[in-house]
């Protein structure tokens, strides 16, 4: 296989960095690697334990550079294009089904698929030096798949920015229209990571994942289906001991103080 996914736990497991490692081309994607992608993901989905994942980019250069163009230049039917983008719309639905967030650790270039990808995570922090990108106009194909996420992190005017003009933006723009959340020098952005994972490590861990399936419902419903599926899932929240616990800990801290 050209290109692999290096999977690490730190957090006595809870925490799994994955890694796409395929540093020599910019850690672009092919067929195999995006099997392995949606395949890693999806057996990190079974662990119970988990509590959070981090995705990167091997070595110093590339979040994902996108999806291997000499591949897709190889594509030569309607069913061999629609067998690539389902491939490309796998890994992106693989980490939005994730039941944990997964938080993007956007190393360097982030471009095309990649920036779906990123679009797909649940919380995105980019290195200053990192730019994004979705260039495929540029190479005569459109983007169609998580670039769909793109409005409601930026908005339909900065979406056409980056789809129809092909604009590549500092991750100072990415901050500034709400693509990444969060800006570090690189010698910073494992501290900024780790600041993020402890907050979430605090949470009740039924409480993220309920609360990362329902955003990703709320993406995919309009607002009044939404609220009736917000409702549902905070009465299902009872299910577990865990509001008792958590809310039941608050009243005694409160009591005491
Ligand atoms: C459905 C989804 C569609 C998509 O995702 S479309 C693809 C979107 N991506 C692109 O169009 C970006 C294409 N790449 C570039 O324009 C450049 O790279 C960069 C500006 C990002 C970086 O330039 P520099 O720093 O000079 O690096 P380098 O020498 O061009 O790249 C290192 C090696 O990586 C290969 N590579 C980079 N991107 C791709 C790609 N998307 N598909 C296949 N190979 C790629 C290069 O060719 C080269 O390889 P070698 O060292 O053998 O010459």
């Given at each position: ?41 999806a057996a990190l989905g ?31 039917s309607e069913a061999q ?65 998580e670039a769909a996420l ?108």
């Amino acid at each position: 296989m050209v290109g692999r996914m290096d999977v690490r736990r730190s957090h006595d497991g809870r925490v799994a960095h994955v890694a796409v490692d395929h540093d020599a081309k910019l850690n672009t994607l092919n067929p195999d690697l995006m099997r392995d992608f949606a395949a890693t993901f999806a057996a990190l989905g079974q662990d119970e334990g988990l509590r959070a994942v981090v995705l990167t980019g091997a070595g110093p250069r590339a979040f994902i550079g996108g999806a291997d163009i000499s591949v897709m230049a190889a594509v030569d039917s309607e069913a061999q294009g629609e067998a690539f983008i389902r491939l490309v719309h796998g890994c992106c639905r693989a980490v939005r089904d994730c039941p944990v967030p997964v938080i993007a650790r956007v190393n360097g270039w982030c471009l095309g698929a990649g920036l779906e990808i990123a679009a797909a995570c649940d919380l995105r922090i980019a290195a200053d030096v990192a730019k994004f990108g979705m260039p495929e106009v540029r190479v005569g194909i459109p983007s169609v798949v998580e670039a769909a996420l793109l409005p409601g992190l930026i908005g339909w005017g900065r979406t056409r920015r980056l789809l129809l003009l092909a604009e590549t933006i500092t991750a100072a723009r990415a901050l500034e229209w709400g693509l990444v959340e969060r800006v570090a020098p690189p010698g910073l952005l494992d501290a900024a990571v780790e600041e993020w994972i402890d907050m979430l490590l605090e949470a009740g861990p039924h409480a993220i994942r309920s609360q990362k399936a329902l955003i990703r419902r709320w993406e995919d419903l309009s607002i009044t289906e939404g609220i009736a599926a917000g409702i549902e899932a905070f009465a299902a929240s009872w299910k577990t001991e865990e509001p008792r616990r958590m809310l039941g800990g608050f009243m005694e801290r409160k009591a005491k103080t």
